[in-house]
């Protein structure tokens, strides 16, 4: 039976509304789905995206302070640079991203692997360099893609800059990027969004007043994530300058003495000996510390390590060393202090000295005849000392030689610095298993055998010397400077330590090495209008072996003050293999003299190509006997 046509509508009706209803629940399952992927799966991602969107937090690096030497001459500073910088944890798809921009940019392979040792120990918040120093055309390539490169921007920043390359690289010091070893000394939450810390030197040990205070800026984001606003902002703080007392003329002349002609290796330091202010300090050869900055590369760092003259090596402070004849005076000092001589002392000096069957030669093998303290300074006697060691012995030389500052790295505001070695019985037995003899004592007595030395122990050795008997601190910095202000803070000075030594011992000594530079083996430092009081010192090194037997060179030093009654400057100077009877380091010596007492006057002086006239006497290869702080090097017969 045919249906109605009411029955024909209501069945249609029911069967759209049937459909409407499956539609409608499917449309609510539909947006339940999402909501539940938005709202839970997906939770983390899209708050942060819907944050993003809104406002970003960026850091703000203060301008780092700089480095000056005394007269405001800049040896480190701050140039603006670009800067491409990827933040890890809003790049997508990081590995496609640095392979597109190594492509893009033309990245070579030792910027990809600084950026991924930088990364370690991050957080992934924390923006990190990829390229510095970018070129116009490099910013450009970045700029038309920005929108195709989320997490990736180019930054304006103040790069670190060292004007006189390597002059000053191991007493200033470098920084480089901030690495995770570095931030065990340092609270990580002060370098968040920092480019840079300090790695050595005044750099490293001032890093805490010189890198100044984070600033930060909330912006406020597009959908697209460009800024349409600043929210808010604090200010970075910058850090102090630095202000040191060192002079860059006598830097520069010790430098180019050391290096002139044939480029000797070696160390200077230079000292006021009033207060331990460092004037000076040079070491040969050097790094160019711009090198270090954005990360040294592969072939910098290979090139570095495998150059035999050690560069990095800062011979200055690290650099051990046999003092030679430059431990005279310091004997002398205490032997007269404790009655063991007096100051008119004299014996009989032939050309050698003998002792248990063995033959202990002087320099000179003609001998000196009667020696008397000024004498024996003067020309350096070698005899007078081996007698000397045998009347003091061991206890009082140690006693001597710790007295004056020898065996303990000086306190001095640079990272690091070497204890040198003062050698005891008991030293004796614990390493080398052997006990103590006399022949040991005889040999210390002028410089030699196990005793090492660093040249800043030396200069501030001869700076108690120079100024009457007070050991002083080194100390480089003289002041910070607030950026902000204007104001000037002076770094204090510690009090010196007073030696106690008596007006006869001081006299005594202070006459002989006067007279070792008017008559004695120093006279090629005179200058003219300047009084100086000196001593040489030759060290004899192994260098080598040839026929089963052990080659020795000799290194050259110096240690004096100027003017002799009124010091305003104390100088340790080590010339590596200078030649026979310190005749290198006397002119090294006498530049940084002369650029420091009489800055208007020509210096650096050329290296003496000869020995001085009356001291050139050759030494017999291991006559004196010396321990090599240097590995030695085999040589071809």
């Known amino acids: 039976m045919p249906l109605s046509n009411s029955d024909q509508r209501n069945r249609n009706f029911r069967f759209r509304l049937g459909v409407a209803t499956v539609l409608m629940l499917l449309a609510i399952l539909a947006v339940v789905l999402r909501i539940m992927d938005l709202e839970i799966l997906h939770y983390s991602k899209f708050r942060t995206l819907a944050y993003d969107n809104h406002v970003a937090l960026v850091p703000v690096a203060p301008p780092r302070g700089l480095v000056l030497a005394e007269h405001g001459e800049v040896l480190a500073e701050n140039q603006p640079t670009y800067?491409?910088?990827?933040?890890?944890?809003?790049?997508?798809?990081?590995?496609?991203?640095?392979?597109?921009?190594?492509?893009?940019?033309?990245?070579?392979?030792?910027?990809?692997?600084?950026?991924?040792?930088?990364?370690?120990?991050?957080?992934?918040?924390?923006?990190?360099?990829?390229?510095?120093?970018?070129?116009?055309?490099?910013?450009?390539?970045?700029?038309?893609?920005?929108?195709?490169?989320?997490?990736?921007?180019?930054?304006?920043?103040?790069?670190?800059y060292y004007p006189y390359d390597a002059l000053f690289s191991h007493v200033v010091g470098y920084v480089g990027p901030v690495t995770a070893a570095d931030l065990k000394n340092f609270h990580a939450r002060n370098y968040v969004g920092r480019n840079y810390i300090g790695k050595s030197g005044l750099e490293r040990y001032y890093e805490r007043q010189i890198r100044g205070t984070m600033g930060y800026r909330i912006k406020d984001i597009d959908a697209r994530g460009l800024q349409v606003g600043t929210l808010r902002e604090v200010p970075a703080q910058p850090g102090d300058n630095l202000l040191t007392h060192l002079r860059l003329r006598v830097q520069q002349a010790g430098a180019e003495a050391l290096q002139k002609d044939k480029g000797y290796r070696g160390a200077i330091v230079a000292l006021d000996p009033d207060n331990g202010a460092v004037l000076a300090m040079v070491t040969s050869p050097s790094f160019n510390a711009n090198w270090f900055v954005d990360g040294i590369s592969k072939t910098h760092w290979q090139s570095l390590l495998d150059n035999p003259e050690r560069p990095l090596m800062n011979r200055a402070d690290n650099g051990l060393y046999p003092p030679g004849s430059c431990a005279k005076p310091f004997y002398s000092i205490e032997a007269i202090q404790e009655g063991i001589i007096t100051p008119d002392f004299h014996t009989f000096c032939a050309g050698n000295y003998q002792l248990g069957g063995h033959t202990y030669w002087d320099w000179n093998r003609a001998g000196f005849g009667n020696t008397g303290l000024t004498k024996a300074l003067a020309w350096s006697v070698d005899v007078f000392y081996y007698k000397l060691a045998v009347k003091m012995g061991i206890a009082m030389q140690d006693k001597t030689l710790w007295r004056f500052g020898f065996g303990k790295a000086p306190p001095i505001d640079l990272p690091g610095g070497a204890n040198g070695l003062?050698?005891?019985?008991?030293?004796?037995?614990?390493?080398?298993?052997?006990?103590?003899?006399?022949?040991?004592?005889?040999?210390?007595?002028?410089?030699?055998?196990?005793?090492?030395?660093?040249?800043?122990?030396?200069?501030?050795?001869?700076?108690?010397?120079?100024?009457?008997?007070?050991?002083?601190?080194?100390q480089v910095a003289k002041a910070l400077i607030n950026q902000s202000t204007g104001q000037t803070e002076a770094i204090p000075h510690a009090q010196p330590v007073n030696l106690h030594i008596s007006a006869a011992a001081m006299h005594a000594v202070h006459k002989g090495m006067e007279a070792c530079v008017t008559t004695g083996t120093c006279h090629t430092i005179s200058i003219p209008g300047i009084t100086i009081a000196g001593k040489t010192g030759t060290a004899q090194v192994p260098v080598g072996y040839k026929n089963g037997h052990t080659i020795y060179n000799n290194d050259s030093l110096f240690i004096g003050w100027a003017p002799v009654h009124h010091p305003k400057i104390a100088v340790a100077v080590v010339v590596e293999y200078g030649g026979h009877n310190a005749w290198q380091a006397l002119p090294v010596a006498r530049a940084v003299i002369k650029a420091y007492l009489q800055p208007n006057e020509k210096t650096p002086e050329k290296v003496a190509e000869k020995p001085a006239a009356h001291y050139d006497a050759p030494l017999a290869i291991g006559e004196k006997g010396s321990v090599n702080p240097r590995p030695a090097h085999s040589m071809t017969p």
């Open 422 to 474: 003062v050698p005891t019985p008991a030293w004796k037995r614990k390493h080398l298993h052997a006990h103590w003899y006399t022949g040991d004592s005889v040999i210390l007595g002028i410089g030699q055998g196990y005793l090492l030395e660093t040249p800043l122990q030396l200069a501030r050795a001869v700076a108690a010397l120079a100024n009457g008997g007070y050991l002083v601190q080194p």
């Open 83 to 160: 800067a491409l910088e990827i933040t890890p944890d809003q790049v997508p798809h990081l590995q496609e991203t640095l392979q597109r921009l190594q492509q893009m940019l033309d990245l070579s392979a030792d910027d990809m692997r600084r950026f991924q040792d930088l990364r370690q120990g991050k957080p992934d918040f924390d923006p990190v360099v990829l390229k510095a120093n970018l070129t116009s055309t490099q910013i450009a390539t970045v700029a038309v893609r920005a929108l195709d490169l989320p997490g990736v921007r180019v930054v304006a920043l103040l790069h670190r």
